[in-house]
């Protein structure tokens, strides 16, 4: 090419460079001295956050198999839901049990959520969700092994809290087909809107719930047979956040081989989104959480270290919700072989809250002053 039809192809190509420069997003994971690149990532160099640790319910002899568990503070009192089953996972009669706490510290004993499944049925914990006033316990229904793949009869099922009979009565159905991931959020549209995942892995959004417990429209997100050859993705449990100006980021775990976190955007309050692209954020197969803190920054706590897989949990902070720059090692309590993983938190009274699963078996709490991520946050 001539120099002067290089300097003209440069004069019109330029902008469009520099547009798509600054439509780019940020990288996920960008920690200080990794230039964005998750590889410098110096895990055993990280700071450790100090908290307090407390057991929720250890496993007893029948109901071995603790997992999905989720917290939240309602009426003046903590509250702890999870799956419990056999030894094996996903297995008929697993079913959600919960317990309450007045100090988030010491527990009760813990009682069944659901009913008793029918046979060849099981339950998921799925999370607590106050609608309307009305403190609700969203659970899974499956049958067989689990809730995917052909004739597993998926359904999300709402139950609620009834004050004077001190117990959880089935209120219906929330939608066929589908397991979400953590309750709905409420959208600056007024819409609510959370995860749907059928039981072929397929991902798409339940926007609406707002007229009744069960009006909901689906907006797809990914088809799992048509990303998998093009992406390598293999979404699951995917979460999702509101900016401040309306944008929504989703995140999907990876249950193909990249080890990381795969991100897509809405620009329209969730009714179209972009293909999910790998981020640099690295995470070990295993499911995460996010919250935006009262102090402004949102933390994501995650299995990060995939060369230790699931026996560490990491806490990191993001200033803008797009990019997280500052992590930590939770100081939990831990031997070698123990699996750490799917954190759950809530923020009360100046602190972090995160409930995880321990080896699948014992359900637990860690707590993190705000303070402490003060510091993180300052680190240089």
Not at 1 to 10: D, E, T
Not at 238 to 252: C, K, M, R, S, Y
């Amino acid at each position: 090419m001539k120099p002067a039809l290089k300097f003209l192809a440069f004069l019109l190509l330029a902008p469009l460079a520099a547009l798509h420069a600054a439509d780019a997003p940020a990288p996920m994971l960008n920690l200080p001295g990794t230039d964005g690149d998750p590889s410098k990532v110096k895990f055993a160099r990280l700071p450790l956050l100090k908290g307090t640790h407390a057991v929720v319910c250890q496993p007893d002899e029948q109901w071995k198999f603790q997992l999905h568990n989720y917290l939240l503070h309602h009426g003046g009192k903590f509250w702890c839901m999870w799956s419990a089953g056999p030894k094996i996972e996903d297995w008929p009669t697993q079913h959600v049990r919960y317990a309450t706490s007045d100090d988030g510290l010491k527990w009760s004993a813990p009682k069944m959520l659901t009913r008793e499944p029918d046979e060849g049925r099981g339950f998921y914990a799925r999370d607590f969700w106050v609608r309307d006033g009305e403190l609700l316990g969203l659970t899974s229904s499956f049958k067989g092994h689990g809730g995917f793949g052909p004739d597993r009869d998926m359904n999300l099922l709402a139950y609620v809290w009834d004050e004077p009979s001190n117990t959880w009565k089935e209120k219906g159905t929330v939608f066929k087909n589908a397991i979400n991931n953590f309750a709905p959020q409420k959208l600056s549209t007024g819409d609510w809107i959370t995860t749907r995942r059928d039981s072929g892995f397929n991902v798409s959004m339940l926007i609406g719930g707002t007229k009744s417990l069960s009006d909901w429209r689906v907006v797809p997100v990914v088809d799992k047979q048509a990303a998998s050859p093009s992406t390598g993705l293999s979404p699951d449990e995917p979460i999702f956040w509101e900016q401040p100006d309306g944008l929504l980021v989703a995140v999907f775990r990876d249950n193909g081989t990249s080890d990381r976190l795969f991100r897509a955007f809405s620009h329209d309050h969730g009714q179209t989104w972009s293909a999910p692209v790998k981020t640099e954020y690295p995470n070990a197969k295993s499911k995460l959480f996010s919250l935006l803190t009262s102090r402004g920054y949102r933390v994501l706590i995650s299995n990060a270290n995939t060369t230790m897989r699931r026996r560490e949990l990491y806490l990191a902070i993001s200033e803008d919700g797009l990019s997280f720059n500052r992590m930590a090692r939770l100081d939990i309590p831990t031997t070698f072989n123990d699996s750490l993983a799917y954190p759950h938190a809530i923020e009360h009274d100046g602190q972090l809250w995160i409930a995880f699963s321990r080896n699948k078996s014992t359900t637990e709490l860690f707590k993190v002053r705000l303070d402490e991520l003060e510091k993180l946050r300052a680190a240089k």
